[in-house]
């Protein structure tokens, strides 16, 4: 009798570890999937995409429920499937609807929930985040119908929804509270020319700016942006795009160990052996994710451990930043702005709108910003993780792999 | 409108016909060597080749200046003449002196010795040819009673054995060096022997290079005197000549010894100490093996030239080396014949008609002097003038050291540029510094001798002047004018017959055509002659206006015995010495005067490059000529090189006793240990401490005075720098921009085409090259720039577009290996740049798939090492003329064709 394997989830994390585990032992698990949205599995960093008009919903979806029929997967997929409680001593989950699943092993995949900010005023209509197919769908209606957008947070997601706003034929204003664009990922001079691109596009900025809070309409639909030197910004749409937290609500309400996500080991096994995790809902090693390549790293370990090879050890390795907006490369690997003790390789064409920046410590490379020519940036990244030897080739590696 | 012109090329001795085609409207100049030319049948070298790019105005003097400000003619003139007469009222006639050049034509020649010692009277005036051509001058002298080449460019093809002495042929006088090379083409038996300390680009053609030690010509020659005086082989038998009983053997002439020459025995006597093929070997340095063959191969032929350069002439010995080699020739009777003979090569391209005129100050006029009893009376009825001195003036080293103690207060210098080239020339430049009046006539803005003159006069440039010049070969040839004077250049001789004039000696200077100037030098040459002097072209003391315009090349004598020029002297086998005979000089070997000592280990040599003429001033204005060797440098060989931890492109100071110099290391085994080697061309106004003549020792032949520069001990030792760099800019930092605002302590200015390339190196680093870049290049506020910095490995680099044009290149490193610059400077004929390339710039290599030409090899067609070597490898070419036809690559001055078989080596 096969054991069985129930997943909470059906992101890409999820299901990234069930395919790997389809292909590594098709026959271990009659495998259970909840999922919270009403579809088959999509490709959640392709919204950008869809947001900018660039894809649509069918382009995106990575798997249809035809998938999981023909891998005899059971799909629990919709809001009254949401698993709202885990039973660790019986080894139950339990959904909404009161949908019961037995497991021999549970894989949370249960991803992150956007950050709301602490504004007066967030409870007004025309307040979004960016998270799923449904924050775009309602983004696109605005987009229709008002006019002036304001997006909170100038990081990666939020200049994506920026970016796809004003292809939407909305006025645009990024508000952030630092003075860089994508602090987590740019220097101050790559941000800049980031800053100049997105400002060409039509994208306004409000930036190191403090909000104090949404102000609304009779309606309680929002109609500005207030900061606290007192300046106004008309809002129709109020998009959030601060960061996210690992949602854990559930496994903490089952007495998992959790700290900001649910702690794993090197082979993402959580203080319950029975229990696995994967995703923007785990703590490894004090890391948390956000981006989708250690993700698909995880899931390759996960289902490795599942799949009793037992074999795989997860390590966090620097994860490179892209940048969806069309037009605009944009590559952040590792420690891009270094300490005292780093030396920095610098190469610059503004005319041309090139910037890259190499940051190496002991003769090892240890960080990458590129702006406008990224073709090398998964070679850095391989002489990062390898922390390969640079004599011989530093002198030329600003320039690219290319032998020139 | 376009014109074709014969005129002659203005650089080297050979004296290459050139057929100009003229466009006077754009003052454009297609150049071809004359094929009707006897000295050159067509073909040119690359300097001569690159004639046309150096006849625009870029640097040229074009009015008068007095303390340098701008001003007419007849200020400058009336200054010049009144200052020399106050000069003369207040400190006598000898404290003026006159310093002219083998660039003047021999009609300024004239007038410029006419005035000085037929009028103002004392016979300081001597010229740079005391550099090249004294001792030449002198041992001909002493051997023939007169000033004479006996030979003729002829005897090349008709030679069986060609000596190569102390001559870079290849480089120094590559139309004759291509002509013995075709020579040995069609005549198989013909042998090359080089004798060179280095191992020239000449040694291509050699069958033996012998490279002896500095210094030891005279006992290698005083050996083969020996050898074939006495019976080193075979043979041995003893003959009577001139009463004395000397051994010889086959081939000497006895018969020629006896009846036309004087003292063999005394000769052959000092000869002897040299001892035989072994003991001179060892005082040599070379192998008896090479000894044995090259007098072998002496005695053996009888068609011998000897062919001698600078190697021979700047010497303290280089008069007796002069004469050890005509001593070779005497004692086998090999001279006055087809085939054989020996041969000075004359560096300039008017040397020869400047000692025709007796420019040099120990020479009187038309080969007349002040020993010979009879000369200066007759010369004075000539110039009808009783002014001339009673004795020779001062040359050219000591007259320098007269301005410098203050005895000559009044100076003229005419197309030359001591403050570069003389000996111990920071002393020359010290002397000119402390001279109340120096007056500078040249074509050329800025040099640094025009830069200390008090009064600066615009002379015309080859391509306006109008005139005659002798080659080496006794060959007088027209220069003519190409174009009009331009701005207020005016001729030499106008110049000089002005400042005469206004002197007080209108009369004698009332020349108004070059051609009244040469008809008198003629009359003079002919004036009592009566066969009584080997200079005589008395057949053109009538000569028309029109003749002479269409006079064609004739070697002289000219007159009516020869109405055509004669090819050959000394046929009849009578010299010009009192008793008629040749004369053998005893020579007792003698080392340089200042050998090498613990603190100055080194011999310095100096020398000539491929594609640059003297200082540069009119070679560096082709781009195409500034590319085989585009920076000073040094040659030093590999064990050297490791002592004084010297690195191969790094950069060294060399110093001597008398001054220093910056150049870049080339490591190389084709010098000897103990010997480095520099290029004589570099300038204040090219490099920051390029000057070799600073670092020469000043120190003369007791009788040609001819300076020794190829010999000064001196020491080396890295050049401490912190930052190494190039620049690569549309911008002449000379101009608008102050090169010393390069912060560089060490510079290199280089002319490219359509940019001016910098070399750079600094003992202090700047505080932040981004900034140094902007302040220094980021004149144009419209300027895209492009930037890589590597802090830690001590780079950086960028490049400025204009309008996406590239307008400056900068590249920095803590170390001298920095990349090619030939693919960047290839750059800068292009408007734009692709973007591959424009991202691969500061790598300074082609992106993947350009190919990079790597150094240029041939100069004529801009053809790089890198293609070559590419093709020959991949079509497996196996000659010189496959990569020819391949690439063009040595197919015109055919200059490169050592270093191309190199390539196919």
Avoid at chain 2, 181 to 201: G, S
Avoid at chain 2, 281 to 298: G, H, M, S
Wanted: hydrophobic share 40%; glycine share 8%; net charge negative.
């Amino acid at each position: 009798m096969k054991q069985k394997l129930v997943v909470i989830g059906n992101g890409m994390a999820g299901m990234r570890t069930v395919e790997e585990l389809l292909a590594a032992a098709p026959e271990q698990y009659q495998i259970t999937v909840f999922g919270a949205e009403p579809h088959g599995n999509y490709n959640r960093i392709l919204l950008s995409s869809v947001l900018a008009g660039e894809k649509s919903m069918g382009d995106i979806l990575i798997n249809d429920r035809q998938w999981y029929a023909d891998n005899g997967i059971r799909l629990f997929a919709g809001g009254d499937k949401a698993v709202t409680r885990l039973d660790r001593g019986k080894k139950q989950v339990h959904a909404q609807d009161g949908t019961v699943a037995d497991y021999d092993r549970l894989l949370i995949a249960t991803g992150s929930n956007a950050v709301r900010p602490d504004l007066p005023g967030m409870d007004l209509d025309g307040v979004v985040s960016f998270r799923d197919i449904v924050d775009v769908e309602t983004m696109l209606a605005y987009s229709q119908s008002h006019r002036h957008a304001v997006v909170l947070g100038g990081g990666l997601l939020g200049l994506e929804a920026a970016n796809g706003l004003v292809q939407r034929g909305m006025s645009v204003t990024v508000i952030h509270n630092h003075a860089v664009l994508m602090n987590r990922q740019l220097d101050p001079a790559a941000a800049q020319l980031l800053q100049a691109a997105l400002a060409e596009r039509g994208i306004n900025f409000k930036l190191a700016a403090k909000t104090e809070a949404l102000l609304g309409d009779d309606n309680g639909h929002v109609q500005a942006v207030r900061f606290t030197d007192g300046s106004e910004l008309p809002c129709d749409l109020f998009v959030t795009a601060i960061g996210v937290r690992p949602n854990i609500a559930l496994a903490q309400a089952a007495g998992l160990y959790c700290e900001r996500g649910i702690v794993v080991n090197d082979t993402l096994q959580s203080y319950d052996p029975s229990i696995y995790a994967v995703g923007e809902c785990i703590q490894h090693r004090g890391d948390t994710f956000g981006l989708v390549a250690p993700l698909f790293e995880q899931a390759k370990v996960c289902a490795n451990h599942l799949s009793q090879h037992g074999m795989a050890q997860y390590l966090t390795l620097p994860t490179a930043t892209k940048l969806k907006v069309t037009g605009i490369n944009l590559f952040s690997v590792g420690d891009f702005l270094g300490d005292a003790d780093c030396e920095n390789i610098y190469f610059t064409d503004t005319a041309l709108g090139i910037y890259k920046k190499l940051v190496i410590k002991a003769g090892k490379l240890v960080g990458a910003v590129l702006y406008g020519d990224t073709v090398d940036g998964g070679w850095y990244q391989e002489l990062l993780e390898q922390r390969a030897d640079l004599a011989g080739i530093r002198e030329g590696m600003v320039f690219g792999s290319s032998p020139t | 409108m376009t014109q074709t012109i014969q005129t002659t090329c203005p650089y080297c001795g050979v004296g290459c016909g050139i057929t100009a085609t003229v466009n006077t409207e754009n003052r454009r100049l297609q150049i071809k060597g004359d094929k009707s030319h006897p000295a050159n049948f067509g073909r040119l070298c690359s300097k001569g080749s690159a004639l046309g790019e150096t006849v625009a105005l870029e640097g040229r003097l074009l009015e008068p200046h007095i303390h340098g400000q701008p001003t007419s003619w007849e200020a400058a003139l009336d200054l010049v003449a009144n200052t020399l007469l106050e000069t003369i009222a207040q400190h006598g006639k000898d404290s003026v002196a006159i310093y002219g050049s083998g660039q003047l034509l021999t009609e300024d020649y004239y007038v410029a010795n006419k005035l000085m010692k037929g009028f103002i009277g004392n016979a300081n005036i001597d010229t740079n040819s005391r550099l090249c051509m004294s001792s030449s001058v002198a041992g001909h002298k002493r051997a023939f009673g007169a000033d004479a080449v006996p030979g003729c460019y002829d005897d090349l093809e008709l030679a069986d054995l060609i000596v190569l002495i102390g001559s870079n042929t290849a480089w120094c006088h590559p139309v004759s060096f291509q002509r013995i090379r075709a020579a040995k083409e069609t005549n198989p038996n013909l042998k090359i022997v080089v004798i060179d300390p280095r191992r020239t680009a000449t040694c291509d053609i050699a069958d033996l290079h012998l490279p002896l030690a500095a210094g030891s010509d005279t006992t290698l020659f005083n050996g083969l005197l020996n050898y074939v005086g006495y019976a080193a082989r075979t043979n041995n038998f003893a003959v009577s000549i001139n009463n004395e009983t000397v051994r010889t053997a086959y081939p000497t002439d006895v018969d020629f010894i006896e009846k036309h020459t004087e003292g063999f025995a005394a000769a052959i006597a000092a000869a002897s100490l040299a001892g035989n093929v072994q003991q001179v070997a060892d005082y040599c340095q070379l192998t008896p093996e090479a000894v044995q063959q090259f007098y072998d191969w002496f005695t053996s032929t009888e068609k011998v030239m000897s062919l001698y350069s600078q190697g021979v002439n700047q010497s303290t010995s280089g008069t007796d080396k002069v004469n050890s080699i005509i001593n070779c020739h005497l004692a086998t009777g090999r001279i006055g014949k087809p085939g054989m003979g020996p041969f000075s090569l004359t560096g300039q391209p008017n040397a020869m008609g400047g000692r025709e005129v007796g420019g040099l100050a120990h020479q009187l006029a038309a080969h007349m002097d002040f020993a010979t009893p009879g000369d200066i009376d007759r010369v004075a009825r000539f110039w009808q003038t009783d002014n001339i001195p009673e004795q020779g003036g001062l040359p050219a080293v000591a007259l320098f050291d007269a301005i410098y103690e203050g005895k000559v207060k009044a100076v003229w210098v005419m197309g030359t540029n001591p403050v570069v080239s003389l000996p111990n020339a920071d002393k020359v430049k010290a002397a000119l510094q402390h001279c109340p009046f120096v007056v500078v006539s040249d074509c050329i803005a800025n040099t640094d001798t025009a830069d200390l003159a008090h009064v600066l006069l615009p002379a015309q440039g080859w391509s306006e002047k109008n005139g005659t010049v002798t080659n080496s070969e006794r060959r007088i040839s027209r220069q003519r004018s190409l174009f009009n004077g331009i701005g207020e250049a005016k001729p030499d001789w106008w110049i000089i017959c002005q400042v005469a004039q206004r002197m007080g000696y209108a009369e004698a200077f009332a020349f108004t055509h070059p051609a009244e100037i040469f008809r008198e030098h003629a009359a003079l040459s002919g004036f009592e002659n009566h066969g009584s002097r080997d200079f005589d072209i008395s057949a053109f003391a009538d000569i028309s206006v029109e003749s002479y315009d269409a006079l064609q090349p004739v070697q002289w004598p000219v007159n009516a015995n020869n109405p055509n020029g004669t090819a050959r002297l000394f046929t009849d086998k009578r010299y010009f010495t009192p008793s008629g005979k040749a004369q053998f000089i005893t020579v007792t070997p003698r080392p340089p005067v200042n050998a090498p000592d613990a603190e100055f280990p080194l011999i310095l040599n100096t020398g000539r490059l491929r594609d640059q003429w003297h200082t540069m001033t009119r070679t560096a204005l082709a781009s195409k000529l500034n590319q085989h060797k585009p920076e000073p440098f040094v040659e030093v060989h590999p064990d050297d090189a490791a002592s004084y931890q010297l690195a191969h492109n790094g950069l060294a100071t060399l110093a001597t006793r008398w001054g220093s110099m910056t150049a870049r290391v080339q490591v190389t085994d084709s010098i000897q240990r103990g010997n480095v080697f520099v290029p004589m061309h570099w300038t204040q106004q090219l490099a920051s401490d390029g000057r070799m003549g600073a670092l020469v020792n000043p120190v003369v032949d007791p009788v040609s005075k001819q300076p020794e520069c190829k010999h000064t001990p001196v020491q080396i030792a890295p050049y401490a720098a912190a930052w190494y760099g190039f620049v690569l800019s549309r911008q002449d930092f000379s101009g608008f921009k102050n090169l010393k605002g390069l912060n560089a302590d060490y510079w290199v200015k280089i002319k490219g085409e359509q940019f001016y390339r910098y070399e750079l190196a600094g003992k202090s680093l700047p505080d932040n090259w981004h900034h140094w870049a902007q302040n220094q290049l980021g004149e144009d506020a419209n300027g895209e720039w492009q930037e890589y910095q590597d802090q830690g490995l001590g780079n950086y680099r960028a490049a400025c577009f204009i309008e996406g044009r590239l307008d400056s290149v900068v590249f920095i490193a803590n170390h001298a290996n920095l990349p090619e610059r030939n693919w960047l400077t290839s750059l800068f004929v292009q408007d734009a740049l692709s973007k591959q390339d424009r991202l691969a710039l500061l790598t300074g290599k082609p992106p993947q798939g350009v190919a990079d030409a790597g150094s240029i090899v041939c100069a004529c067609f801009n053809v790089g090492e890198k293609t070559i070597c590419d093709a020959i490898k991949s079509l497996a070419l196996k000659t010189p003329q496959d990569v020819g036809k391949c690439l063009k690559a040595g197919t015109n001055c055919g200059s490169c064709v050592p270093e191309i078989k190199g390539l196919l080596g």
